[in-house]
């Protein structure tokens, strides 16, 4: 199965390399990796093999600099910019019991922590500070809820459920 692993950005420098702003809080899950997918989503990818793979650290964080084989001076990297790159799940290393892939969590229902229903988790946007959960709620704008403890209560993967501690305004 592939997971979502970050997007490419920007060429780094001359010789076909790209940044890649990761989906992981800890890019250096994704060091080892020989191959990764590039698509604009998981249905059109292309498997390219990774040539060299390094963290680069920014004033926004971490991100990876990557070359793949066959991305070779600043044009081909820049026709890369924008597409999502992918990783196979079995490429990967497992996640602790308190962590989740964002595939994971996509569809997710949120009641808060009273049990009243929420919505449906559709989106989770990976912000500099941390991820924010993007509720779908009937009738209503969407409801967003950042993914730190003061907030969610619980991810239960067995009932695909989040319980969520709202405070006022938060929905």
Do not use: C
Request: aromatic letters at 4%; a negative charge.
């Amino acid at each position: 199965m592939l997971l979502r692993v970050g997007k490419i950005g920007r060429p780094h420098g001359l010789r076909g390399e790209v940044t890649i702003v990761t989906e992981s809080d800890d890019p250096e899950r994704l060091s080892n990796l020989t191959a990764l997918h590039v698509g604009l989503d998981a249905e059109t990818v292309e498997a390219r093999r990774v040539r060299s793979l390094r963290i680069h650290v920014t004033k926004k964080g971490r991100a990876l600099i990557v070359h793949f084989d066959g991305t070779d001076g600043r044009e081909a990297a820049a026709a890369l910019r924008g597409l999502f790159v992918y990783a196979e799940e079995a490429d990967l290393p497992p996640l602790d019991d308190d962590e989740w892939y964002i595939d994971d969590v996509i569809g997710f229902e949120v009641r808060t922590v009273d049990g009243d229903h929420v919505g449906i988790v559709h989106e989770v946007l990976s912000l500099s500070v941390h991820d924010v959960y993007v509720i779908k709620r009937e009738g209503q704008e969407d409801a967003m809820v950042p993914a730190v403890s003061a907030f969610v209560e619980e991810l239960d993967g067995d009932l695909r459920r989040m319980t969520v501690r709202p405070i006022e305004g938060l929905l």
